[in-house]
């Protein structure tokens, strides 16, 4: 049995963040009703090409395992629809613009009175509080105002958005345990309550070491295109042929890196025996490490590097690891019943089995008729 089997969960929410707290919600168990516009629906299944099926990949991914019930929130009738369905869940999860659903009369106040035990859950852009509360935002707008981008790229080269959705996936995380932990909480209580989060808190925890770093000393952290600056050895080195990502993250390690490379000695060398004086000469030491690893391929040293126990991988890509026998052997990817799409799934076990999707991402309206709602 799933965790969350049993809970309700109603979804007014598109795109990526809020569908994906609703995903993850449906993959430990929940009903997730996903509630969307009669003309078009979620604006992600137009997020392509590439597209499956007639929806777009993207909206794949975060919708699994959901029913789709189209609603018109100007039309007084389907209003009042959606209002039942709220005064029966248990959850619900929200990303539309700021005050859209205050004004129908679908704000955590106004919904909770009939319904007290709901767990009423919000993704902002910016945040519930402050001057900016209202703006909208996406993405790379956050990723920018936080000054996510400002620790991302080369050392010599511009900001640089962070490649995949952190902040959208990242929220959505957020949100779902906020959800599970208010769930957990009702059980004490009885009452539900309200969660708030936001794509800019998320980019400022995912920032919270470095941050901890200017709070010490007043420096505005550097970039490191594949490393960390202020751990050595800690990063992509060349080879013969690419990159080998190493990852001698103390001195324990280093030592044996150091021993491996043929120099025991720049262990007790003053410049390098600790990990802040390799800070310190970071230019130097990873020089002399890459003059010789770059005399061998990267197979050859990762091999070498793996059989003393120091942490070491290639610089791969999406079809390498579609193709990876140990990414197999997790079972995280699969294609959800009815379609050959295969996809990323539930990156958790729950004694040691994997959630599974037992449905793919819905068709728009597909499931009008369970709720009693006229197809449109």
């Known amino acids: 049995m799933l965790p969350l089997q049993g809970v309700t969960v109603i979804e007014i929410a598109q795109n990526l963040a809020g569908p994906y707290a609703g995903e993850i919600l449906a993959m430990l168990g929940a009903d997730v009703l996903k509630i969307e516009r009669p003309e078009g629906g979620d604006d992600a299944r137009g997020w392509g090409p590439p597209f499956h099926e007639g929806m777009a990949a993207t909206f794949h991914t975060v919708n699994r395992n959901k029913r789709s019930v189209t609603l018109d929130m100007k039309n007084p009738q389907d209003l009042q629809r959606l ?7 248990d959850v619900l999860i929200q990303n539309l613009r700021p005050g859209a659903l205050d004004a129908l009369g679908l704000g955590p106040e106004a919904v909770r009175v009939d319904n007290p035990r709901l767990v009423y859950c919000s993704l902002w852009a910016l945040g519930a509080k402050g001057p900016l509360r209202m703006a909208p935002g ?5 990723q920018a105002y936080s000054g996510l981008f400002s620790l991302n790229g080369t050392e010599d ?49 995912w920032m919270s070491i470095y941050f901890s770093h200017y709070s010490c000393t007043g420096d505005i952290p550097r970039r490191d295109r594949t490393g960390n600056p202020k751990v050595v050895v800690f ?34 060398d003053s410049r390098f025996a600790t990990n802040a004086a390799r800070v310190e000469n970071r230019s130097l030491i990873l020089g002399l490490i890459g ?12 091999e070498r590097l793996d059989a003393i126990g120091i942490p070491c991988a290639p610089i791969n890509d999406i079809s390498t690891i579609n193709a990876d026998p140990h990414i197999d052997a997790l079972g995280i990817v699969s294609a959800p019943p009815g379609t050959d799409l295969r996809l990323i799934g539930f990156p958790m076990m729950i004694d040691g089995e994997r959630p599974q999707p037992r449905s793919a991402a819905p068709l728009l309206g597909e499931h009008n008729a369970d709720v009693g709602v006229q197809s449109k």
């Open 83 to 89: 209002k039942g369905l709220i005064a029966q869940a």
């Open 138 to 142: 996406y993405e790379p707008i956050v």
């Open 157 to 205: 080269g511009p900001p640089a958005r962070v490649g995949v959705q952190v902040l959208d996936l990242g929220t959505g995380i957020w949100a779902a345990l906020g959800c599970i932990a208010a769930l957990f909480r009702r059980t004490t209580t009885g009452e539900g309550g309200v969660v708030d989060t936001s794509l800019l808190e998320t980019s400022l925890a």
């Open 235 to 268: 990063s992509a080195l060349p080879t013969a042929d690419k990159e080998l990502v190493v990852a001698a993250a103390n001195d324990r390690l280093f030592a044996k890196l150091a021993k491996e490379l043929g120099h025991p000695e720049w262990a007790q």
């Open 291 to 302: 003059d010789i690893m770059k005399r061998k391929p990267s197979a050859y040293w990762s």
